[in-house]
């Protein structure tokens, strides 16, 4: 695992306070856990403030976290360098992860990625105009939909280098966007408009019985391919002998006890 480190001090602000809304949230939160076990909320509360403070978590607000769990600092900053969905460093208005994993590749995950470097700039670097920064991560759990991406708190999939760009620039604009696919589907129902539970061969037999005369043609010529090649590689057979071979001797005729041939 890679070493993370927070941000170096000319980015870090003085301090940080939970809004009147969020401080109210977390005391509810800490309240769910009996006494002395108020630390089990300690991940709720970061990512919390994470999504206070333009979707990354300054010291200063592990600090604060820390400070109302009644937790030492260095346990607060084990778990926020710990866990990779805390942001450690300003990551711009909008943190694009991009999928790279094996369905995302097959599916143009590559293009993604080379748009990304075109419009932003390289991994975790933040745009000049403060909108977004990017970084490639693992399976995002949106596999039927791929490639995708998620932008902060939300997945846009189904993409494409046209409307990927369309997206991000919509996103610099301030634009209203379509989450989820960019394609107009819902959800992960199949694409190009396939019914697949429409197709009544999924309920008369038809295809099974289809299905298991393919399967039994397929061992019956692999088991005429084998008798074949066992036929082809045994021994010829030895030839019989002949009938007349296997005859037994002619007795030599007797001699008539006299010795006089007659």
């Known amino acids: 695992m890679s070493v993370r480190r927070l941000a170096p001090d000319p980015v870090q602000p003085k301090s940080f306070a939970f809004t009147k809304e969020n401080a109210a949230w977390a005391k509810t939160v800490i309240s769910k856990f009996p006494p002395g076990r108020q630390a089990s909320a ?6 919390r403030a994470q999504e206070q403070h333009d979707y990354w978590l300054p010291k200063a607000a592990i600090e604060t976290v820390g400070e109302m769990l009644e937790m030492p600092t260095i346990r ?11 942001n450690l460093a300003p990551v711009g208005q909008h943190f694009v992860q991009v999928c790279g994993t094996t369905p995302c590749r097959l599916r143009g995950a590559e293009k993604i990625i080379g748009i990304c470097r075109k419009e932003i700039g ?10 977004f920064a990017w970084l490639e991560v693992e399976c995002l759990g949106a596999c ?15 993409l494409d280098e046209e409307n990927f760009t369309r997206l991000l ?9 379509r989450k989820g696919s960019q394609t107009g589907r819902s959800a992960s129902e199949p694409a190009r408009d396939r019914k697949s539970l429409q197709d009544g061969a999924l309920y008369d037999g038809s295809a099974i019985g289809g299905w298991t005369k393919a399967f039994a043609d397929r061992v019956k010529r ?10 082809a590689a045994a021994p010829p057979p030895t030839a019989a002998p002949s009938p007349a071979a ?15 041939a007659k």
Not at 122 to 131: F, W
């Open 42 to 47: 300690v991940i709720a509360l970061l990512w």
């Open 76 to 86: 607060v900053l084990e778990i926020a360098t710990f866990y990779s969905m805390f």
């Open 122 to 131: 390289e991994e975790r670097h933040v745009s000049d105009d403060g909108a």
């Open 144 to 158: 039927c939909n791929a490639p995708m991406v998620q932008i902060n708190n939300d997945f846009y999939e189904d």
């Open 169 to 177: 620039s919509d996103l610099r604009a301030g634009k209203p966007v």
């Open 222 to 231: 692999a088991e005429a391919a084998r008798k074949a090649a066992a036929e």
């Open 246 to 260: 296997e005859a037994k001797p002619a007795r030599a005729s007797r001699k008539p006890a006299n010795g006089s």
